[in-house]
């Protein structure tokens, strides 16, 4: 069976709600399938203005589009800069187009392509894997996707990810940890500290994909492992 | 005879080399032709090309144009087929031939007919011989019996049977149930025999194009390999061809932009992949590079960017990068790969202005900085967005050796700067696929990397427990490639790690008959 790379992702935005909100950072890690590591060289991280900031005119500390929002001020305090250079960073970032972009073609490089392999398609793509990518980051590529034209209209959803494979690491870690009864949480934050990673830079988005794709990792080591251990073969034909 | 696959390479082949390829005055005992034909090195050769020609070739190595005859016929379906005593007519030539077996003629009478193939009927005409003697067949009638066992009409056979009875009887050389026998066991070589004046034209043939393979090999392979957009699967013959070239110590490289040539050309010693050999690069985009009025010697790694690939397509564009057809430039491939994807950012306008510019810059942050000066201020944030992305990319530019092995095995049909196995730890290896194949190795011990390029899955027929899985895998290094098995017991052990693709550390043994390799081991690296 061939096995395509996972690309471990995560998105900070300007929001909560993934329908609406802009990301403001991407990052990226691969991971390859076969040796169970991060691949070399694979760290993808950029920065994109938000949509409302490439809008607006004349933003300033006391007139900007987030309003009575908190957002700025949490990213603020993430960070532990104040929201002002917050703000005026984000209207630094290039262009939304741009970034996205830019992973595009870095996905473009970790398709499962080689010698007898059909060409470039969404099914050479990598995996899209991440912490709570289903109820957040994947509508937000969904999002960019069917605005920057790479949408499969067919299937309604983003073509630069394998169109049927996708890790969501929280319920991977959720199913695993069901019966840990010390385990009341299963956000990146309390895994972080449950599985004794270090929490410095939490929050940035290279630092959670990392975090993650380690954790990823060590799980399919272990599924790896039991997998060939266990019979699952005419496991139901006695039953 | 297929003049397509076989007269016109060596037309081409015998163009610019001062010797006399014409058939007549071939050198018929040439040790070294033989000697590859023997080690199955026929890749290419007219004939035994296929994998079933080339093992074949190996197990009966033959030394003379009657043995290679015999070779070609015995590769055929028929012989495969027919069993006789548990084994195919095929390999009990091949174990008469090479004494393993006893070789016997039925009848004495039959000696002289059956000597040259060992006591086994495999040609036509044996038949036709045979019944002239024991039958006393005009060649009319020898002709109609020929007929009947080409055309395989059981009608005539039974005409003709009835006619070499009749014949032997008064021929007396053998009796009625001797001359039976005989005539049944020419009736079962019908199934099989070949004519043996095809076979040994085809013999002909495919000794001149070992002969080519062994004496000019690069100028061999250089043609063959522009034959291989003819077959079926095109990148597959690639592999196979350049394959082969690394066993043979030839250098393949990659296509050179500066060469500007069609197809594989042999220059300085290498083999130089063609432009259309890369995927997506067609004829129409190397006859647009023809309009392109730029000299491709001179011209800058701007140049090359703004004014050549900007006007082709843009696949044909990335894949000829993604293969190194720029490497002159020493500029790495991902970097190029992200300056094309940064210019197609820019408007038609602002190409144009870097065009009329483009003596005054150095780089590309420097075109698009000049850009910057003559936009408005619409235009003005995604212009700094672009140089921004240049001078701040998101990703590593550097080549890695998976990607650069990948993208040419996709685009090209074979890695031909690298391998995959190249970045792993392989201090404990002790040989490599050349290596191995040469039988530069001991038989014992055997410590290789390799990537895996195939896993045909089968299940064992005989053996204590028939039905288990056990497998051929075929390996490969930038050295060359092997083709290795493995038993039931290590295949259950071992096969999560054998999925294509995957690079691997294998502990090899050389089978008893030293004809294969035994896959015991297998570790990740």
Redesign the interface.
Known sequence: ???NKICVFDFETDGVNPNECSPVQLAAVMVDP??LEI????????NL?PEKL?KAKGVTIDNHPYGDSDILDWHGKVRGVDKAQILDEWLQY??Q???W???I??LE?YHL?????S??SKFTAPIACGYNINRFDMKIVDRLSEKYDNFDIKEKNSSIFHPRDRIDLMYVVGLWLMYVPEIKSISLDSIRSYMGINSDNAHDALKDVTDCANILIRFLKLH?NLS?RIQFKNCFKDE | MNKRRCACKFEKVGKKIDLDLRLENLDLNCKTTWDMIGEGNTKGCFQLESRLGQTMAKKLKPTNIEQLSALISILRPGCLEAYRDGKNVSNHYIDKKNGLETVDHYHDSLKDILATTYGEMIYQEQAMQIAQKIAGFNLQDADVLRKAIGKKKADLMAEVKKQFIDGAKQECIVNVEEAEEIFGWIEKSQRYSFNKSHAISYAMNAYLSAYVKAHFPSRFFVSYLNFAKDKIDP??EI?ELVSNCREMAIDVCNPNFKLLNKNFVLKDKCIYFGLTNI?GVGESVFKKLDTIKIDIEKASYLQILFIVLDNINKTASKNMISVGCFDYFKVNR?QM??DF?IIT?LTKKEKEFVIMNIAGYENITQCIEGVLTKVNARRR??V???L??LKN????L?D?I??I???E??LL???VSCSKIDECDLNFVNTDCRSLKDSKSSSKNIMIGIEI??VNIIKTKRGANPGQEMAFVKVTDSTGSLDAVIFPEEFKTFK?LL?????AVMKLEQSKKKDGMIIKKVW?V
């Open positions: 069976m061939n096995k076969y040796r691949i070399k060289d694979s760290e993808f991280n950029i203005k490439e290039p262009e187009k741009h970034s972009q830019q992973f073609g870095y490089n392509v080689g010698s007898g392999k060409k470039k790896k060939q | 990148l597959k592999y995927k991902k790969l992200f994807d950012n944030n995604s700094e967005s672009i921004n992305s990319p998101a990703y590593s550097s890695t998976p990607w092995a990948d993208t095995s996709q049909g074979i890695s390029k195939d999560n999925s294509i693709d995957n690079t990740q």
